[in-house]
């Protein structure tokens, strides 16, 4: 009876050890356990946020618990889907451009026009991308204007946008260029757009300035 209970205590002090070297089974060959991790029947049970056989690699975004709204995350950092920024991507980059503006709008050979409205507006086809009517319309310049609204796109992590070089209206007439709004206080945000327009052989360079008088 003392033998078999010493062969038992034996066999418990053997598997103790065995587990506490991460050793394989008939005492393999011993695999440490790092970064806080321990050996579970010959193989590492690792902490949050390590992965490896001997838990020797890091996942920064489990260790940190980051979460990315609207993006995926690398070495600890959010990177954000298109039309998205913020640490975590929640906040759309379009937002603090959307509202009703009363504008000047001048454009060099041209007439220049005053105290009227544009729009910008969420594109709903597209989450990076906004529709600004009345630029450039054809009310204000019957001849050389838009009848369609102009797409742009918000530019992440700054309060640009890029107007990239189309043709509203399907036609020859084209427009190209950027726009900022600055944020005076609480109560002011002021907009700026720099665009050219092509018509034919006819090119025609325009700025149009302005203040948000609704979102």
Request: hydrophobic share 30%; net charge negative.
């Amino acid at each position: 009876m003392r033998v078999l209970f010493s062969i038992t205590i034996l066999f418990s002090l053997l598997s103790l050890a065995s587990c506490d070297e991460c050793r394989g089974l008939l005492g393999g060959e011993k695999v440490p356990c790092s970064n806080g991790g321990t050996c579970n029947d010959g193989s590492c049970d690792c902490l949050k946020g390590y992965f490896g056989a001997s838990c020797q690699d890091v996942d920064s975004c489990e260790l940190l618990d980051v979460v990315c709204v609207r993006g995926f995350c690398e070495t600890g950092n959010c990177f954000c889907d298109s039309g998205f920024e913020g640490e975590d991507c929640s906040f759309e980059s379009r937002k603090k451009f959307i509202g009703t503006y009363n504008v000047i709008e001048s454009c060099a050979n041209l007439d220049t026009t005053w105290n009227y409205n544009i729009t910008i507006e969420r594109n709903i086809l597209d989450g990076g991308t906004m529709n600004i009517g009345n630029l450039f319309s054809y009310d204000n310049f019957p001849i050389n204007g838009f009848f369609s609204k102009v797409e742009a796109v918000a530019d992440q992590g700054t309060e640009s946008f890029t107007i990239n070089n189309q043709k509203p209206d399907g036609g020859e007439k084209s427009i190209s260029g950027s726009g900022f709004i600055t944020i005076v206080d609480s109560a002011t945000t002021n907009i700026t757009i720099d665009y050219t327009t092509q018509n034919g052989n006819k090119s025609y360079n325009c700025q149009l300035t302005g203040v948000l008088i609704s979102q």
